[in-house]
């Protein structure tokens, strides 16, 4: 994911000179560690959503159904 983020931002910044090439590192780095703490928190409350027993059984029935769906779908 480091280097998707990375990717993105590095194509966005153009460099003059040793200075600019310095500050676009850093802003990089500082961009770039953003979105992990952003997905690293979105992780945690995912988490915590998944691990109840009604979400993970609305999720099972869910799953179940669009199976059964399928299945119809390439008999008929």
Known sequence: MTIVVFSGFAGLLTS??????????????IASLLVQMLIA????????????????LYFNLASAFGIMLLGISKLL
């Open 16 to 29: 003059d000179g040793e200075a600019n090439v310095l500050i676009h590192a850093l802003i990089i780095f």
């Open 41 to 56: 928190f979105a992780g945690s409350k995912l988490a915590t959503f998944f691990s109840r027993p009604k979400t993970l």
